[in-house]
């Protein structure tokens, strides 16, 4: 091979391939730091609650004075939800369904403080949490329950009781094992569960419970299975989109507004980081396009040399290798320092966001380096191919 | 391979030829391992495009060319690697040697696909043929009877069971052309391979044991 290549590396032009190196090094580079960076930004509205996407809002109707003194029902009706759903902006409609029986909560801190509270438990369709699914269900018969609490109720303790009575703060992680026991009663019937808090959500402000122990419960000790929604979650397929705003308006509806906003910041985000990685996109089809015009001129060059190696016996595979494993160790070595370029970067801001974000959790690379390789991949199998039909076209030019 | 047989070959540029006299054109033509064939012609008969037919780089030309029966025109690029690399070897007019590289590179890039010849067996050809001393120069700094000897000596570097030697003397001198033969003689013998020699005027000494005039 050592001669094959001391021949075909005749006519290699080093301005033409520093030029597809650097080109398609800043396009790699740019496609690379923008998934990382979608990737890290991602990790950081998700810390903020992990159970719910930006996208959900979660609707209402507006409580007015006139609502209390007429009496006039705050919840859902079918039609009402049925226009919804059927509105272009959505993606998809969650009730919340309330308790219809009786919720006393017990915290047991330790032996000689705990906390009891009437409480309430609602619980939205499945498929709107995001939880395992391993922690989140409910075995009839089992006396244990999934919850999910509001995140100012941890603020509430922290902030306010357990700094009145210098108690020490709770991380969620501890809230996390600690048990609650809950009272539910009804029809007659009351019995004692335990509540295991598999997280707590900034986005709802109610306790959560999976959707299948609502319907047995409310059954159960309720007789009842389905309360009328006073609210509704909904998946939107934009959320920058001025015809929620308007709808919302229209049917005096509300919403968590500045969790519009932060859902409007990811959308916005998400098209940032689309753009940005389109421009790198862009740069490396045209560095992928300056590679094949290069190594087409190169054949071209040495078209008299290849057509006689191939007439001495060399097979179009064996003459084709040479360029092949050029364009891909180009390729690789062009991966290899982009993923260099890119972690440094990242180190940059990784820092900025853990001085913002102190409960930051670094994300994993490994989706952004699956993505470099597979790019790697299709660029040089395109690269392979490419050559080796040049060649084909060599061989067969003395049809 | 046994056996090369042309099929009322012709090339298509002669199509339009009337009363085209040839022995070789047009005619049931077979060519048989083990023997010694001339084929003499005239500037322009056709002499280097039935090479390259036989060889399979061109393909304007009618009728068939039958490799132990079996039709050229449908091999695969496959087999074609294969028959360079094992059953023709070809010692072209043009030669198509590499300038780049020195007289033994050239060889060597053959033999080491091949694997076919010894280095001191290559060493010793070119002590024979009176080129050893110019074994490590670049062969675009080399006369043309010089190269000549050289792509003789990178056609033996392979198994054949045919070889084909396109004007092999016309720029080598009475000695020199004796030795050309015979070292041919000695490998294709050794092969037990057929040789076909083409020539346009002067050709090597050799006991033929066909003369055909294209």
């Known amino acids: ?399 | 391979m046994k056996e090369i047989v042309l099929e009322h070959t012709l090339p298509k540029v002669f199509v339009q030829v009337k009363d085209l006299q040839s022995e070789v054109w047009n005619q049931t033509v077979t060519f048989e391992k083990e023997r010694l064939y001339l084929v003499e012609a005239n500037s322009g008969t056709g002499k280097s495009s039935l090479c390259s037919y036989i060889f399979g780089y061109r393909k304007d030309y009618e009728g068939r060319i039958l490799f132990d029966g079996a039709d050229i025109a449908r091999f695969k690029t496959s087999q074609w690697v294969k028959i360079r690399q094992k059953s023709l070897s070809l010692l072209w007019q043009e030669l198509r040697l590499f300038p780049e590289l020195t007289a033994m590179e050239n060889v060597d890039i053959k033999n080491k696909l091949t694997g076919q010849q010894t280095k001191q067996q290559i060493e010793t050809w070119f002590e024979q043929l009176g080129i050893a001393d110019r074994m490590h120069a670049k062969i675009g700094r080399m006369s043309f009877g010089q190269q000549q000897r050289v792509a003789l000596i990178r056609a033996l570097c392979q198994p054949f069971d045919f070889i084909f030697v396109d004007e092999p003397i016309s720029h080598l001198d009475d000695t020199n052309s004796r030795i050309v033969g015979e070292l041919l003689t000695a490998e294709a013998k050794r092969q037990g391979a057929g040789v076909i020699v083409t020539s346009i005027g002067k050709h090597i000494e050799l006991n033929y044991d066909k003369v055909l005039k294209l």
């Not at chain 1, 269900?137 to 941890?154: A, C, D, F, K, T």
């Not at chain 1, 409310?218 to 959320?239: D, Q, S």
């Not at chain 1, 060059?301 to 191939?310: D, G, I, V």
């Not at chain 1, 007439?311 to 290798?321: A, D, E, F, R, W």
């Open chain 1, 1 to 399: 091979m050592n001669l094959v290549w001391k021949l075909l590396r005749q006519h290699i032009s080093i301005p033409q391939f520093a030029g597809f190196f650097f080109a398609n090094l800043v396009g790699m580079t740019i496609i690379l730091l923008g998934l990382q960076f979608y990737t890290d930004t991602q990790a950081i509205y998700q810390s903020e609650d992990s159970f719910m996407k930006a996208d959900y809002l979660i609707i209402n109707k507006r409580i007015g004075s006139l609502t209390t003194i007429t009496g006039k029902s705050s919840a859902f009706t079918l039609p009402e939800v049925q226009d919804l759903d059927q509105q272009e902006f959505v993606e998809r409609v969650g009730l919340f369904t309330s308790s219809a029986y009786d919720v006393k909560a017990t915290f047991k801190l330790d032996e000689g403080t705990s906390f009891s509270t009437e409480m309430f438990f609602e619980s939205v369709p499945d498929e709107f949490v995001d939880v395992k699914s391993d922690d989140w269900g409910y075995q009839q018969g089992s006396h244990e329950v999934p919850i999910i609490l509001p995140r100012n109720y941890l603020d509430l303790y922290n902030f306010g009781y357990a700094q009145s009575r210098n108690m020490p703060k709770l991380s969620e992680g501890i809230l996390s094992a600690i048990r609650l026991k809950i009272d539910l009663a009804g029809q007659g019937m009351r019995d004692e569960y335990e509540g295991r808090i598999v997280g707590f959500s900034s986005r709802l402000n109610t306790i959560l419970v999976p959707q299948q122990f609502m319907d047995w419960a409310n059954e159960y000790y309720a007789g009842t299975k389905t309360v009328a929604p006073t609210r509704l979650i909904v998946e939107v397929n934009n959320p920058t989109d001025d015809r929620i705003t308007s709808y919302l308006q229209d049917n005096d509806y509300e919403t968590d507004q500045d969790k519009l906003d932060a859902s409007k910041q990811t959308f916005l985000l998400r098209i940032i980081v689309a753009i940005v990685m389109g421009v790198g996109l862009v740069i490396s089809i045209l560095s992928f396009y300056i590679l094949m015009l290069s190594v087409y001129l190169l054949v071209e060059k040495n078209s008299t040399k290849l057509e006689n190696l191939l007439l001495i016996g060399y097979s179009p595979t064996k003459v084709s290798m040479p360029y092949q494993l050029l364009t891909i160790g180009l390729n690789v070595l062009v991966l290899a320092i982009a993923i260099v370029a890119m972690l440094a970067v990242r180190n940059v801001y990784l820092e900025m966001f853990e001085s913002f974000f102190p409960d930051f959790e670094t994300p994993s690379i490994t989706t952004t380096l699956l993505a470099g390789v597979c790019l790697l991949g299709v660029v040089s199998i395109l690269n392979v191919i490419a050559i080796k039909s040049k060649v084909m076209s060599i061989w067969k030019r003395k049809d």
